[in-house]
Antibody, heavy 119, light 108 residues
Framework: QVQLFESGPGLARPSQTLSLTCSVS??????????WSWIRQPAGKGLEWIGR???????NYKPSLESRLTISLDTSQNQFSLSLSSVTAADTAVYYC???????????WGQGTLVAVSS | SYVLTQPPSVSVAPGKTARITCGGN??????VHWYQQKPGQAPVVVIH???DRPSGIPERFSGSNSGNTATLTLSRAEAGDEADYYC???????????FGGGTKLTVL
């Protein structure tokens, strides 16, 4: 049973960096079975794919976020992480980590974690 | 960048058929996935790879994809089908995933 769990601060200050970690159980993130993604959803709005990483460590990012975004793997902890810099109120959202296939199909979702950007 | 367009809302009477469209440039050449999301929950895939239904998803859900439009069809709609529905594709030329804006399905 693959499970994902997001963790990190629920509050980020404007212009600072938002950092989240996703802990994965039930499969090794270095196995190559899945692509590991971050997806967010502002309150009352739609899903937005942020980016993903594979076991090679090569990430893919949403073009409009790429300049502020870093997604990385920590295979020793079976975790992957999100770092989003220079945040504004527009980055306030529920952030989901997810595991899926090459074509973006999400097989497993975390429960989501709310991050608010506020001073 | 690649854009997927969904109607913001669709209404259907109980027992009738609802169709939710997802428009995109030559979307028929891509593999489309559909998710159902109920309030406070993570999304659940109801159709993947254009028309495949995961185990546990009722046969009432079906999908098609051709030209510039993909369609999620829900037959014999039930109150429990009320949810937001999202289409999704992988944009291979740019190496990123795109979600549609979502459609709120109301069964009334």
């Amino acid at each position: 049973q693959v499970q994902l769990f997001e963790s990190g601060p629920g509050l980020a200050r404007p212009s600072q960096t938002l950092s989240l970690t996703c802990s994965v159980s039930g499969v090794s993130i270095s196995s190559g079975k899945y692509y590991w993604s971050w997806i967010r959803q502002p309150a009352g709005k739609g899903l937005e794919w942020i980016g993903r990483i594979y076991n090679t460590g090569r990430p893919n990012y949403k073009p409009s976020l790429e300049s502020r975004l870093t997604i990385s793997l920590d295979t020793s902890q079976n975790q992957f992480s999100l770092s989003l810099s220079s945040v504004t109120a527009a980055d306030t959202a529920v952030y989901y980590c997810a595991g899926g296939d090459y074509y973006g199909l999400v097989h497993y979702w975390g429960q989501g974690t709310l991050v608010a950007v506020s001073s | 960048s690649y854009v997927l367009t969904q109607p913001p809302s669709v209404s259907v009477a109980p027992g009738k058929t609802a169709r939710i469209t997802c428009g995109g440039n030559n979307i028929g050449s891509k593999s489309v996935h559909w998710y159902q999301q109920k309030p406070g929950q993570a999304p659940v895939v109801v159709i993947h790879s254009d028309s495949d239904r995961p185990s546990g998803i009722p046969e009432r859900f079906s999908g098609s994809n051709s030209g510039n439009t993909a369609t999620l069809t829900l037959s014999r709609a039930e109150a429990g089908d009320e949810a937001d529905y999202y289409c999704q594709v992988w944009e291979g030329s740019g190496d990123y995933v795109v979600f549609g804006g979502g459609t709120k399905l109301t069964v009334l």
